[in-house]
């Protein structure tokens, strides 16, 4: 437990005032075809204090949690920002205020299970696939887990603790076909600590025969036709590319970097289907994957209605940049580690369910593609894409048909949201990526499956 009562360096709080205590605890294990490769548990921890001084900002960190330390901090970052105000002074730069009080803490309410008690759950994981998967060649199960708490107190009255857990087990299963290897990895979990997401090793096995049994139709498929193909992309691919794609061009100081996004405001950039959120903490009357209640500059987070019935409406702001647009901030400031400061960072990033049934978008489909499962990809402030997908089935005269081999989906976002046609009305979660700008950070992806028209790569 860090230390969570902060309220006794208000004194020092002589400008606008950011400060931080944080934990990240991690544990990792990897077993490959039966032997433990990997098996390690760390945690950082440490003080951060950022100020703000006549427009400009000023941080500074320190690993060591102590009374000494975290005034040495506030001190240093005041003094940090106040000589930078020196040089450059942007007086009349107000930053708003937003504040609140909330205590979140997602932790176990079981015993916890010893680093041998997992690998022990992990290894019964990997003989089930062992015994049952007889043309599996080679297997990888990597568990990751991630524990982070957070203590927050600023000047303008915000105070803030949470401990957001996450739990992912990665599985990667090979098999070979005509002399070449086929792989198919699949995640399981989610949030939560891993006794409360894995009870026993059967909770999964039911999953892994499903996992087996996609592997070898996909050793036995085809690869797809090559171009613009109309496709129903899953769940975790319309939320790949709601994140990638679209939640980066939407974040203001991409915005004010040159994001294409700057000039589409209040203009089409989708379907009229489309709607389009960054998510704080609940969706749709349940817990968001990375659930966000006050954010690392103490601002009360709340949802950013980005695409609203396919209009552009909203980007996601941090206190300085809904400064810049005069907007209202939404409590997108995310730090990864406490030596991390603050930046605009995307929560959980959907498109809102539809009204279709995803069985009937399939038998509108006379000949395309069913693509179900993202590898990694990129795009840039232009919201041009690439993404490789290693999971699908082609889909001819409206019944799902062969399995596909490894290709990949490309395009212009707003391009390609502005030709949805159908979004089915149930709704997916995957939390088990980090976003890379500046800083790793958990978040949250997903939403329903959409029907599109989409480039897709041949062999």
Same mark, same amino acid.
């Given at each position: 437990?860090?230390?969570?009562?902060?309220?006794?360096?208000?004194?020092?709080?002589?400008?606008?005032?950011?400060?931080?205590?944080?934990?990240?605890?991690?544990?990792?294990?990897?077993? /490959?075809?039966?032997?433990?490769?990997?098996?390690?548990?760390?945690?950082?921890?440490?003080?951060?204090?950022?100020?703000?001084?006549?427009?400009?900002?000023?941080?500074?960190?320190?690993?060591?949690?102590?009374?000494?330390?975290?005034?040495?901090?506030?001190?240093?970052?005041?003094?940090?920002?106040?000589?930078?105000?020196?040089?450059?002074?942007?007086?009349?730069?107000?930053?708003?205020?937003?504040?609140?009080?909330?205590?979140?803490?997602?932790?176990?309410?079981?015993?916890?299970?010893?680093?041998?008690?997992?690998?022990?759950?992990?290894?019964?994981?990997?003989?089930?696939?062992?015994?049952?998967?007889?043309?599996?060649?080679?297997?990888?199960?990597?568990?990751?887990?991630?524990?982070?708490?957070?203590?927050?107190?600023?000047?303008?009255?915000?105070?803030?603790?949470?401990?957001?857990?996450?739990?992912?087990?990665?599985?990667?299963?090979?098999?070979?076909?005509?002399?070449?290897? /086929?792989?198919?990895?699949? /995640?399981?979990?989610?949030?939560?600590?891993?006794?409360?997401?894995?009870?026993?090793?059967?909770?999964?096995?039911?999953?892994?025969?499903?996992?087996?049994?996609?592997?070898?139709?996909?050793?036995?498929?085809?690869?797809?036709?090559?171009?613009?193909?109309?496709?129903?992309?899953?769940?975790?691919?319309?939320?790949?590319?709601?994140?990638?794609?679209?939640?980066?061009?939407?974040?203001?100081?991409?915005?004010?970097?040159?994001?294409?996004?700057?000039?589409?405001?209040?203009?089409?950039?989708?379907?009229?289907?489309?709607?389009?959120?960054?998510?704080?903490?609940?969706?749709?009357?349940?817990?968001?994957?990375?659930?966000?209640?006050?954010?690392?500059?103490?601002?009360?987070?709340?949802?950013?209605?980005?695409?609203?019935?396919?209009?552009?409406?909203?980007?996601?702001?941090?206190?300085?940049?809904?400064?810049?647009?005069?907007?209202?901030?939404?409590?997108?400031?995310?730090?990864?580690?406490?030596?991390?400061?603050?930046?605009?960072?995307?929560?959980?990033?959907?498109?809102?369910?539809?009204?279709?049934?995803?069985?009937?978008?399939?038998?509108?489909?006379?000949?395309?593609?069913?693509?179900?499962?993202?590898?990694?990809?990129?795009?840039?402030?232009?919201?041009?894409?690439?993404?490789?997908?290693?999971?699908?089935?082609?889909?001819?005269?409206?019944?799902?048909?062969?399995?596909?081999?490894?290709?990949?989906?490309?395009?212009?976002?707003?391009?390609?949201?502005?030709?949805?046609?159908?979004?089915?009305?149930?709704?997916?979660?995957?939390?088990?990526?980090?976003?890379?700008?500046?800083?790793?950070?958990?978040?949250?992806?997903?939403?329903?499956?959409?029907?599109?028209?989409?480039?897709?790569?041949?062999?």
């Amino acid at each position: 437990m860090i230390l969570t009562d902060l309220g006794s360096y208000t004194d020092l709080f002589s400008e606008y005032t950011e400060l931080r205590v944080q934990e990240n605890r991690t544990l990792n294990v990897s077993i /490959v075809n039966g032997d433990v490769m990997g098996n390690s548990r760390s945690a950082s921890s440490g003080v951060s204090a950022r100020t703000f001084s006549k427009g400009l900002w000023g941080f500074a960190s320190n690993p060591i949690i102590d009374d000494e330390n975290i005034r040495k901090v506030i001190r240093a970052a005041t003094r940090n920002s106040q000589f930078l105000a020196g040089k450059e002074n942007r007086t009349g730069y107000i930053l708003p205020s937003s504040p609140g009080r909330s205590s979140e803490d997602f932790s176990t309410k079981k015993s916890r299970l010893s680093q041998k008690e997992i690998i022990d759950f992990m290894m019964e994981i990997d003989g089930r696939i062992d015994g049952k998967c007889s043309r599996v060649v080679s297997r990888t199960s990597v568990l990751q887990l991630l524990d982070m708490e957070k203590s927050l107190l600023t000047s303008d009255g915000s105070s803030a603790y949470s401990m957001i857990p996450r739990t992912m087990l990665y599985i990667s299963l090979s098999t070979e076909h005509d002399g070449e290897p /086929v792989q198919l990895f699949n /995640v399981y979990g989610g949030l939560g600590q891993f006794e409360d997401l894995f009870s026993t090793p059967e909770v999964l096995f039911g999953k892994l025969d499903e996992h087996y049994e996609h592997l070898i139709r996909k050793a036995e498929g085809i690869h797809p036709d090559s171009g613009i193909k109309e496709c129903i992309l899953d769940a975790d691919l319309a939320g790949i590319l709601s994140h990638e794609a679209i939640g980066h061009t939407t974040e203001a100081d991409g915005v004010r970097g040159g994001s294409v996004a700057g000039d589409y405001m209040d203009q089409q950039v989708a379907s009229p289907l489309v709607s389009l959120v960054d998510f704080a903490s609940e969706a749709l009357g349940k817990i968001c994957p990375i659930p966000v209640f006050i954010d690392d500059e103490g601002t009360v987070a709340e949802d950013a209605v980005i695409i609203d019935n396919g209009i552009l409406k909203r980007f996601m702001h941090n206190k300085e940049s809904s400064a810049y647009f005069n907007a209202r901030a939404t409590g997108n400031a995310r730090a990864y580690r406490f030596s991390d400061e603050p930046i605009i960072r995307m929560r959980n990033t959907a498109i809102l369910p539809g009204k279709s049934k995803l069985e009937d978008m399939i038998a509108s489909v006379d000949d395309g593609y069913y693509l179900m499962k993202p590898s990694n990809g990129e795009a840039d402030s232009t919201s041009e894409f690439m993404f490789g997908v290693v999971q699908g089935y082609e889909i001819k005269k409206g019944r799902l048909g062969r399995a596909i081999r490894d290709t990949t989906i490309s395009g212009v976002a707003f391009d390609m949201l502005k030709t949805i046609t159908a979004v089915s009305d149930d709704m997916k979660w995957s939390n088990a990526g980090m976003c890379g700008k500046k800083q790793l950070i958990p978040v949250g992806m997903g939403g329903p499956a959409v029907k599109c028209r989409i480039n897709i790569g041949g062999k």
